[in-house]
């Protein structure tokens, strides 16, 4: 058997043959032992490493800087530097490596800065330990974990572990790759943020502030003041049932983590309505599409008395549901609770235009969070194929 032909990815550019080499990562990468002995960077550039985002200014990325008095003895990060944090992450209980493709800037010591070699793309390097299974596969053997859950290795000993590369102009060409796709990855989730962004501000002005009964923002042809009522008297809550009696179907089943599993029965779930949890995950509501069945821990709220679904939806999201938590532990709703909120609304007319307008705007954020999700999920299959 070819041992060789472990060496080699599943998806390679065209012009590339021959396995990869193996060799421990100290051939690639070394320790940086430059410092800021020189006061050439201060506080503003100080930098943080992300798992999702990379190395970001600390400043930029969480708000403030959590600098000590001096920043003499942080280490130098310059574009291209590598840089490993000791510290352990939900998905990564090793810590990660990320390389800085931003402004150079400092990092305190409890980061490890090392600088690539002449036969090594920093960017690569960084492509390579993206993958959660590959950093953590690699740093558990060299990493030990103090009774502070700090890591106990030295920079110098964290490049001990083995890895395998291929040669300098093959790591350029997939690097290139993925800086395409997660330049696209980011493009895909500005648009997202901003549609979201956009969602927010037009809920806020298309309904009456406190203590006014007409809105900001309107659409033409409206001009009568909104009514005041209790939810109880526009929508009919109802409370989910347990499910475990019935047998396997079609039918959705929801709880307050989303959909669950499918039963054969919907007995009176035949109306879309608006659901939203009763205990646990208050706060996020959404739409159910008949026919359906609702676990106990979930209220489903049916407009009543000629009200648009979509439009009291939309009065669900503008509700701040932390504020009507009754309970001190896990977060619970009442149905009282509910029926006693007082809202405003205008006549159905004006409801059936601003629930599908705003129907229209979740119709495109649903498509971009599928398109971004569907990228990421491409990115994590190539990282996996793409690699040794």
């Keep these: 058997m070819d041992k060789n032909k472990d060496n080699v990815p599943k998806i390679r550019f065209p012009g590339f043959e021959g396995p990869w080499e193996q060799r421990k990562l100290n051939e690639c990468i070394e320790t940086s ?17 992300s798992g999702e985002f990379g190395i970001v200014n600390q400043i930029e990325f969480l708000g403030r800087s959590f600098a000590g008095v001096s920043v003499s003895n942080y280490g130098v990060v310059n574009t291209g530097s590598i840089v490993y944090t000791k510290s352990p992450l939900k998905r990564n209980p090793f810590g990660i490596i990320k390389t800085n493709k931003g402004k150079s800037g400092i990092v305190s010591t409890l980061y490890a800065v090392y600088k690539p070699k002449e036969n090594t793309n920093p960017n690569f390097v960084q492509c390579y330990f993206e993958s959660d299974y590959r950093v953590n596969n690699y740093l558990k053997p060299l990493v030990n974990k103090g009774a502070k859950n700090d890591m106990k290795v030295s920079d110098d000993n964290a490049l001990l572990g083995l ?23 980011t493009l895909h989730q500005r648009k997202l943020n901003h549609l979201q962004d956009m969602k927010k501000g037009l809920l806020q002005k298309m309904f009456p502030k406190n203590g006014e009964n007409f809105p900001e923002l309107r659409f033409p042809g409206f001009t009568d003041p909104w009514e005041q009522r209790k939810l109880g008297k526009i929508v009919d809550v109802r409370s989910g049932r347990d499910y475990k009696h019935l047998s396997e179907g079609k039918i959705p089943v929801y709880g307050t983590g989303g959909y669950m599993l499918s039963v054969n029965e919907a007995l009176s779930y035949k109306e879309d309505a608006i659901g939203i949890g009763r205990k646990g995950t208050i706060d996020k509501p959404y739409i159910l599409r008949a026919p359906f069945w609702t676990v106990d821990t979930l209220f489903y709220a049916v407009p009543e008395n000629n009200n648009d679904l979509n439009f009291i939806y939309d009065i669900f999201q503008n509700v701040n549901w932390k504020q009507k938590d009754e309970s001190t532990g896990v977060p619970s709703l009442s149905k009282t609770a509910i029926n006693d909120i007082k809202v405003l609304i205008p006549n159905y007319k004006e409801q059936k235009q601003i629930g599908n307008f705003f129907k229209n705007i979740d119709y495109f954020i649903t498509l971009h969070q599928r ?18």
């Excluded at 590369?165 to 790759?177: A, D, L, M, N």
């Design 33 to 49: 032992n430059e410092k800021n002995s020189d006061d050439v960077y201060n506080k503003d550039d100080v930098l943080s490493v």
């Design 163 to 185: 890895i395998i590369f291929p040669f300098y102009e093959e790591q350029t060409k997939i690097s290139v790759f993925f800086e395409t796709l997660d330049n696209l990855i």
């Design 371 to 388: 398109k971004l999700e569907h990228l990421q999920q491409q990115k994590k299959g190539l990282l996996q194929q793409m690699f040794v």
